[in-house]
Nanobody, 128 residues
């Protein structure tokens, strides 16, 4: 599985960005796709995840209502629409993928080690 992330950049506080992560290498019907981020000097943290098969989603509290994760099954692409950006959203954002048992709740897919596949990061910088 290969993941290619893009869409980062520099934006002012209150602005928006959309990150994309295109996946290749297999079918993803039983996968979860997630976004994580890592700010300088901080641990990597979970941002959002989506179940590929039915589109169910889960977010960390700090981005609820501002970020939206979605997928385009025809393009094998996951998006992270980020609105009302804050300086504290500044980080390198990583997309990740993992085989995901259908009986599990998507809300359990919040830990980095659960994800077997990772893309390269894309920098998001929010200026105040």
């Amino acid at each position: 599985v290969q993941l290619q992330a893009s869409g980062g950049g520099l934006v002012q506080a209150g602005g928006s960005l959309r990150l994309s992560c295109t996946a290749s290498g297999r079918t993803f019907s039983n996968f979860a796709m997630g976004w994580f981020r890592q700010a300088p000097g901080k641990e990597r943290e979970f941002v959002a995840t989506i179940r590929w098969s039915d589109g169910s989603t889960y977010y960390t509290d700090s981005v609820k209502g501002r970020f939206t994760i979605s997928r385009d099954m025809a393009k094998n692409t996951v998006y992270l629409q980020m609105n009302s950006l804050k300086p504290e959203d500044t980080a390198v954002y990583y997309c990740a993928a993992s085989h995901f048992a259908s009986y599990r709740s998507i809300a359990t897919m919040t830990q980095g080690p659960e994800y077997a596949y990772w893309g390269q990061g894309t920098q998001v910088t929010v200026s105040s």
